[in-house]
């Protein structure tokens, strides 16, 4: 499935609010941020922990444009928990992290604006 990140995309179809509520977005804080050079477009591997209910996560993140290594520990992310793992190279995704489009088509990640606790759903 292609999806246009460009703010010119129309909105996509209405969905009831059960299919809102069936994907399950979380907010972790990054513990380790890793180069993925392996991977066919430029990426970073990150481990995520999502709190005592859900524990860590990897997630494979298209996010260099804006984001070197050391700016991502101790970062607060949203990603994504419950959609099934998938296989990028040899590394295994378990968690998609979200962000939005710059002008440029660049990944800038999504976060909270205030510290929440990790776990935390968004609704």
Request: charged share 20%; net charge negative; aromatic share 8%.
């Amino acid at each position: 499935m292609h999806l246009n990140h460009l703010p010119s995309e129309p909105a996509a179809a209405t969905i009831d609010f059960g299919a809102f509520l069936a994907v399950d977005i979380r907010i972790g804080t990054v513990v380790e941020a890793q180069a993925f050079p392996e991977a066919r477009k430029p990426a970073l591997k990150l481990t995520i922990d999502f709190g005592p209910s859900i524990g860590r996560k990897r997630s494979s993140a298209q996010i260099t444009e804006h984001y070197s290594l050391d700016d991502l520990v101790g970062r607060q992310v949203a990603a994504v928990v419950n959609f099934p793992p998938r296989q990028i190279g040899k590394f295994l995704s378990e968690a998609l992290t979200v962000g939005f489009a710059d002008d440029s088509g660049a990944v800038v990640l999504f976060r909270p604006d205030q510290p929440v606790p990790d776990g935390s759903r968004l609704f």
